[in-house]
């Protein structure tokens, strides 16, 4: 059973190890908000995550903040009136402190793990950015310490509840495109030196962090895992960023013979595109997996071309209000912890690829959810906020 609000009339705390309490009035808590630590201070979270809050607050309430600066604990803490903050150290402290329910983790890829299972230890739901983690094993290792705590895991794959991502999903199923067989994409932006994307131990590259995007967009355009993958990395130079894939290209054959190819890198111009095609038709999605911006279909079928914008909307408060949803509703999120998993097996053997110039077979994989438009919300960008030692990048 997960913890937050199970069942209705029950209200349980983090820490909480015994019998949950029967509030007086319970049905009336059986939608109490679900309060939420942020883990990380970094860009994502002071762009997009902090003032996504105030677009959610029909169900989830920002109470605690964990960071390594202290100034940005201060700033940050003032800004958005969060009374509850401190170190990494003191995570499990300030979870108990504040009464969290659920965690929002915004660190370098190669912590998600570690933060993943401290909080669960500690009781509360996990929601944690993109990729997963960097391994199989971790992300498995994660699923089992949230699924051993009785908590939630999602991964915040954000495109999962925007219209324009989910109407293309719906493009193909209605068969308008014929029989879709080709799916291409590129994502790209520039990266400075020193960022986290270009640390090895950090978990940099382009492939893990927005290899994911084009991966999961071609898994649920075509409704199928792959079965073979081939990889070509160009790598960054020395150091800390050796080992690092400034871009990668690959190709994903799906066993319905669907055929994936993508390239994402960190050392060029931004772009951020796919589109896939069919035996009538053909949808262009530009600027498609931004955070913010307007997302543009051009959708051309027996040579018709119609074009489609869908306005800028706020979708990390639409993440926010799903998962609180599923805390509320104790109903299973999809994106689970599995669904990030599914990502994170196919970028390793196109790692292996790239390492061996060989095809990577992948086992097969099961899915049994895939995001549809029922999952669509729409909540408005109201916040924003100027970054405390957080650079500003695309939007990606
Ligand atoms: P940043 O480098 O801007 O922020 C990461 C933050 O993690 C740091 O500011 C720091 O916060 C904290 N941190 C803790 N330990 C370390 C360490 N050893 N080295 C560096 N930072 C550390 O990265 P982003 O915010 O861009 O990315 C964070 C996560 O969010 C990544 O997993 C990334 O993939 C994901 N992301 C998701 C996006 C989306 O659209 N869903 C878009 C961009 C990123 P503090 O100073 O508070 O301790």
Redo the contacts with the bound molecule.
């Keep these: 059973m997960g913890r937050g609000i199970p069942e209705a009339g029950l209200v349980t705390h983090p820490g909480f190890r015994g019998s949950p309490t029967v509030c007086p009035g319970a049905m009336e808590h059986e939608r109490r908000k679900i309060r939420y630590a942020v883990i ?6 002071q762009v ?1 995550i902090l003032p996504a809050f105030a677009s959610a607050a029909e169900s989830s309430e920002l109470v605690a903040l ?4 202290r100034e ?1 604990l201060e700033v940050l803490g003032e800004r958005y009136g969060v009374a509850e903050r401190g170190g ?1 150290a003191e995570l499990e402290v300030v979870l108990k402190r504040a009464r969290v329910d659920a965690v929002f983790i ?4 190669s ?2 793990r570690e933060f993943t299972e401290r909080a669960a230890r500690a009781g509360a739901h996990v929601l944690c ?3 997963l983690a960097m391994t199989e094993e971790d992300c498995t290792a994660m699923i089992e310490a949230t699924r051993l705590a009785g908590v939630k895991l999602m991964t ?1 794959y ?1 495109l999962h509840f925007e219209e324009a991502n989910l109407r293309a999903i719906d493009i193909v199923r209605s068969g308008k495109l014929g029989q879709v067989r080709a799916f291409t994409s590129s994502f790209s932006h520039s990266v400075p030196p020193g ?2 994307r270009t ?1 090895r131990e ?2 940099g590259g382009a492939l ?2 927005l290899g994911c995007y084009c991966i999961n967009a071609a898994r649920h355009l075509f409704r199928e895992e792959p079965i073979e993958v081939v990889g070509a990395s160009q790598q960054l130079g020395e150091g800390p960023a050796q080992g690092v894939d400034e871009s990668t290209t690959a190709t994903l054959r799906f066993p319905s013979g669907g055929v994936a190819t993508f390239t994402v890198s960190q050392g060029l111009a931004t772009v951020a595109s796919y589109r896939i095609t069919g035996t009538r038709g053909d949808l262009r999605v530009e600027q498609a997996y931004f ?1 913010a911006g307007p997302i543009r279909h051009h959708l051309t079928i027996d040579g018709k071309t119609q074009e489609q914008t869908f306005e800028d909307r706020d ?2 408060a639409a993440q926010l209000v799903y998962f609180s949803r599923c805390i509320q509703e104790d109903t299973e999120p999809e994106p689970s912890g599995v669904e990030g998993l599914a990502d994170v097996r196919v970028m390793q053997a196109i790692q292996r690829s790239a390492a061996s110039g060989k095809a990577e077979a992948l086992p097969p994989f099961a899915r049994d959810r895939r995001p549809d438009l029922s999952q669509q919300i729409h909540r408005p960008r109201l916040g924003s906020s100027t970054p405390v ?3 500003s ?1 695309d ?2």
């Design positions: 990380g201070l970094g860009n994502i979270a997009a964990v960071s390594g600066s940005k990494y915004a660190l370098p890829n912590l998600h950015e993109k990729p915040a954000r960022d986290i640390s950090l978990g893990f962090d955070y979708q990390f030692h957080a650079a990048r939007k990606g």
